[in-house]
């Protein structure tokens, strides 16, 4: 065979390369951009698929410089996924110009909301600055109206989490209201707060969740909150150190640990599907026109559970006033946004930061909220 030959076979091949490379990331980016729409039950690897979708995103971009440089007749379908793609791209990173300004009509409409999984108030960095504990100490100094916390169990003054009793007099201060339901659900709420008589009636196998459900009234105005802390992955400190091992130097032994891993989420997978159908059903009974459910839900934006949720009129508040991608949970290498806050009614969000303090394994979100004339 000549050189020109082996040229000619080596550009073919190049070509054939290139386009089983661009079809498979097309598939793949597409595929995991609506597998969160595949109930856990019916295919149990669509939770874990939908959770790669950011990789895809990634895969497509560098698919399509290779083919800017190469063949650019590729470049179509590169263009052409990213496009039906294009609603869970823009739920996971939107593009709103952040909203900084509210006339006096709609400041006094407004109200300030803190969703925070606190980590049992212990420090996640073991630090204590001060002497004081530091999730408390962020929570007052961001005076947010109403605030919703997740794994609250240990709110008291206490030697272990440096909660002191001058935090918990600045807190009763300034919240009225201090309620917990469920096993570490809690609400502190400047506003007039009753707790509802709500109970999660799940099957067997439903796993392990706690929803505490609120009823928070403003300028006369009722709003129906729901405090969701949703089946965890179920991750053994072995499994994390797997998984971080995995990321750093990929290995056989290791495939097979990141097997159990697969298994492991997408068996908590099935169990939030299940817990997210009995809370449909207490937001049915107990809602009303104005809702919020806001917590750690432990999955990703367009999984199969928050994707249900919006049968009952709930939307997502992230992708309606955010920019870019965030991440809300950061331990362990698991870099991921699972905490998430849902809402309908006559009330329009207007805001949302997530002030990166490392207090717990959680970032919290502050949003700002506008109620409807």
Same mark, same amino acid.
């Given at each position: ?168 007099? +600045?807190?009763?201060?300034?919240? $009225?209201?201090?309620?917990?339901? #469920? /096993?570490?659900?809690? =609400?502190? !709420? %400047? ?52 998984? +971080?091992?995995?990321?750093?130097? $990929?290995?056989?032994?290791?495939? #097979? /640990?990141?097997?159990? =891993?697969? !298994? %492991? ?109």
């Amino acid at each position: 065979m000549s050189t020109r030959e082996l040229k000619n076979y080596a550009r073919a091949a190049g070509r054939v390369l290139l386009a089983v490379l661009n079809v498979a990331t097309a598939a793949g980016l597409i595929l995991s951009a609506y597998s969160g729409c595949i109930a856990p039950q019916t295919w149990k690897l669509a939770p874990v698929v939908t959770m790669t979708f950011p990789g895809w995103v990634l895969g497509i971009i560098l698919v399509g410089l290779i083919d800017l440089f190469t063949v650019r007749r590729w470049l179509w379908l590169c263009g052409a996924t990213l496009a039906v793609a294009s609603p869970t791209l823009w739920n996971y990173s939107p593009l709103h110009i952040p909203y900084a300004f509210l006339d006096e009509d709609e400041k006094a409409r407004s109200f300030t909301f803190l969703t925070y999984n606190v980590y049992n108030f212990e420090s996640y960095s073991k630090e204590y600055p001060d002497n004081q504990n530091p999730a408390l100490k962020f929570i007052l100094q961001t005076d947010a109206d109403v605030v919703c916390l997740q794994e609250a169990l240990l709110l008291q003054v206490n030697a272990k989490t440096h909660i002191t009793q001058e935090q918990m007099r +600045r807190l009763s201060e300034k919240y $009225p209201y201090i309620m917990q339901t #469920g /096993e570490a659900q809690m =609400l502190l !709420s %400047k506003f007039p707060t009753v707790i509802l008589p709500m109970r999660m009636d799940k099957n067997p196998g439903a796993g392990k969740c706690d929803v505490g459900a609120f009823r928070v009234t403003i300028d006369g105005q009722d709003i129906t909150i729901f405090d969701v802390h949703l089946q965890s992955f179920g991750l053994t400190s072995e499994d994390k150190e797997a998984y +971080r091992d995995f990321t750093r130097s $990929p290995s056989e032994e290791e495939m #097979g /640990e990141v097997r159990t =891993l697969v !298994s %492991k989420i997408a068996e908590a997978a099935r169990k939030r599907a299940m817990q997210t159908e009995v809370l449909m059903n207490c937001i049915k009974k107990f809602g009303g026109p104005n809702v919020i459910v806001s917590g750690d839900f432990n999955d990703v934006p367009c999984s199969y559970s928050l994707r249900r949720l919006g049968d009952v009129g709930l939307k997502q508040v992230y992708p309606r006033v955010a920019l870019g991608p965030m991440v809300t949970y950061y331990a362990n290498k698991f870099y991921f946004r699972i905490d998430h806050v849902l809402y309908r009614g006559s009330l329009t969000p207007v805001e949302l930061t997530r002030p990166k303090v490392k207090a717990s394994d959680h970032y919290p979100q502050i949003i700002t909220f506008v109620l409807d004339r």
